[in-house]
């Protein structure tokens, strides 16, 4: 399973040392965990990847959707504006053009390809923040045998008999008989 952390503070990021030379009571700090296990999506290398990403929108302001790959932008649609990361283009990828009106924030990626794979995350920002996560597998097809071009030999034993004979040369017409 796959697991993000994320620090509600950035003290629980970079705790100090406490010094309990004092008489002081330590303080306590709270963090929040959020763990995401990703869904598993499985493709062919060439076919058309659907990752899932569903949250209500409908009659919500919706601030931004993101779609993140390894901390990379995959796909950002901000102020209705869509711009995309590196090795990324809209004729590759896109989310539903109604996504704001049926739910559906899913990410498409179009003639997957085997670096597509890996945990991809959808960020969604509107009054309250939704996130999820989806794995994406991506096979290639077995290699086929190679073929040569090159002839290909193979040794055989022939047997080869010779006999005398005598060869008689005939001019002109027919022999009579």
Do not use: M
Request: charge should be neutral.
């Amino acid at each position: 399973a796959l697991v993000e952390l994320e620090a509600a503070t950035p003290a629980a990021c970079h705790p100090q040392p406490v010094d309990f030379s004092h008489q002081e009571q330590p303080k306590e700090e709270t963090a929040q965990l959020q763990v995401f296990i990703p869904s598993d999506v499985f493709v062919r290398e060439g076919e058309d990847a659907i990752l899932p990403c569903r949250s209500i929108t409908a009659g919500q302001w919706v601030k931004s959707v993101r779609w993140r790959r390894d901390g990379e932008v995959v796909l950002d649609v901000r102020s209705g504006k869509t711009t995309y990361g590196n090795g990324f283009d809209e004729s590759r990828v896109s989310i539903p053009s109604d996504w704001d009106q049926r739910a559906n924030l899913s990410l498409i990626i179009k003639r997957a390809e085997a670096r597509d794979g890996g945990v991809y995350y959808c960020d969604i920002d509107k009054v309250e923040k939704h996130r999820s996560a989806v794995r994406l597998h991506v096979s290639t097809p077995p290699t086929p045998p190679s073929t040569t071009s090159q002839p290909t030999t193979t040794e055989r034993d022939i047997q080869c008999v010779l006999s005398r004979f005598s060869l008689q040369r005939h001019r002109g017409g027919r022999r009579r008989g």
